[in-house]
T-cell receptor, first 114, second 109 residues
Framework: DTEVTQTPKHLVMGMTNKKSLKCEQH?????MYWYKQKAKKPPELMFV???????INESVPSRFSPECPNSSLLNLHLHALQPEDSALYLC?????????????FGSGTQLSVL | GEDVEQSLFLSVREGDSSVINCTYT??????LYWYKQEPGAGLQLLTY?????DMKQDQRLTVLLNKKDKHLSLRIADTQTGDSAIYFC?????????FGAGTILRVKS
């Protein structure tokens, strides 16, 4: 199994809603990531979990709350989002290796905030 | 600082070779990567090269690295319509990957 699975594929939410994005991998990877990608732009790193602990938070607003319940799962809880938060949210995983970080990406969740 | 630059667009005919170029700034990068993104999909790792190598070949893909000029290129031989996508180069710097803006490759049949 070399897949990173993200659900849902599409999500439309209002600014007062609470929703969660989910990510799962069964490759035994111990590092998991959330990236945000706007149209025609490169992915931007949001969070990194290494061995289930948050290791990098790229100054992401608190309306985005990550959670890593175990080594296979990564969630992103969303609350009180703004329309400018509409984007493709990508999850990725890798084996923590300082020198060679081969990331495997999921297909993403396309989020629209109304 | 972190800055990875790519040309934005490349158009080639089916069967021709494509060359996508990238420049990076962090001379301490140990690995450099090429990712492919098709519409509505995530990023797919195509290939990577270690910084002490000049060239790496993998089937139709050839990666060239000029460490002195901090220049990386990806050559796709016999380009097919299925190769149409956005190609991102990336360098590993300060514990994270930094991506270039991406090059849109359009293959005309």
């Amino acid at each position: 199994d070399t897949e990173v699975t993200q659900t849902p594929k599409h999500l439309v939410m209002g600014m007062t809603n609470k929703k969660s994005l989910k990510c799962e991998q069964h490759m035994g990877h111990r590092a998991m990531y959330w990236y945000k990608q706007k149209a025609k732009k490169p992915p931007e790193l949001m969070f990194v979990y290494s061995y289930e602990k948050l290791s990098i938070n790229e100054s992401v607003p608190s309306r985005f709350s990550p959670e890593c319940p175990n080594s296979s799962l990564l969630n992103l809880h969303l609350h009180a989002l703004q329309p400018e938060d509409s984007a493709l949210y990508l999850c990725a995983s890798s084996q923590p290796d300082r020198d060679n970080e081969k990331l495997f990406f999921g297909s993403g969740t396309q989020l629209s905030v109304l | 600082g972190e800055d990875v630059e790519q040309s934005l667009f490349l158009s080639v005919r089916e069967g021709d070779s494509s060359v996508i170029n990238c420049t990076y700034t962090d001379s301490s990068s140990t690995y450099l990567y090429w990712y492919k993104q098709e519409p509505g999909a995530g990023l797919q790792l195509l290939t990577y090269i270690f910084s002490n190598m000049d060239m790496k070949q993998d089937q139709r893909l050839t990666v060239l690295l000029n460490k002195k000029d901090k220049h990386l290129s990806l050559r796709i031989a016999d380009t097919q319509t299925g190769d149409s996508a956005i190609y991102f180069c990336a360098e590993r710097t300060e514990d994270k990957l930094v991506f270039g803006a991406g090059t849109i490759l359009r293959v005309k049949s």
